[in-house]
């Protein structure tokens, strides 16, 4: 695979990953990006579990931690070829603190279910942002992290990717940035600037909330579809293209054709969601179908 970034010294973040060419949305950036240290979920919980909830950000907390895992990390990188080794010492470690755990813990990346923590020697260069234009997945089948972008990313732009989970990217703004606060940086991105931002994740939860809860059925259809309609509209506002955002659209094609919506619009949210699939869930077959049988149904009626 032809490489698309490069990484470069970035303003206010050390260094991150830049597009070198063109991307499209769902195209691969990384591929198979094996880990080159790993920490256990169960270690790290044992490790926490000395330490009360509030300490968990404290500097006391976090040089405990580099203390501890120093040297299992590096019996860990012994065992590694020596480039692979010169790869992991010229990572970036947060300011003030020294040793490979400092660096582990300032580029580590959760697998799958947030589990484990792993170190990737390409993957773990990618920057985080709340408005991320990139996915970090993690296969636990094959052992590697790969990153796809979720929009269109012309030459020059910083690629990033968020850290958390989905619910983690719809939190408030504060409780975001306490989660990331493990990397050790205070998050700046668009979305930690912008104002208006925590207003609009805000209101993506609560319609989340309400539409997936128990009371919507006393609600007419129309109601329910324009509700829907809003959710997804706030998930572009927020230029949130891959969290939670395919179920926000699946939600328009449901209820559009529940609401007996103007076919133009149906068609709209049927087309969107077979691009989608088409993009992000090409291996889903039975997906696939659906969605193109919403098309087919937009058209005939
Ligand atoms: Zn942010």
Redesign the pocket.
Known sequence: MQCRFQIVPVAGKGLGAVATVAIAQGEWVLRDDPPLLRLGATEMARFDHRWPCELRRSEEYIRAREKHFEAPLQAQLRELSVPQQQAVLALHSRQGSEGLAGIFFTNALPTEQEEDWVLCETASRFN????QNAVYQWSERQSSASIRAVWDIPVGEEISVFYGSTEQLLSP?VQ??EF?SFWGFD???P??SARGSDDNRRRIRELSARLDGTEIVQLPMVERYSLAVTRLQLYQAEKLFFAGYFRALAACVQLSQAADAPLAERRLWAEMALRHAQLFHAEDAALLDHCAAAVEASRDS
């Open positions: 985080s942002s709340c408005q703004g975001r940035r990331l998050c700046c991105c979305a930690c």
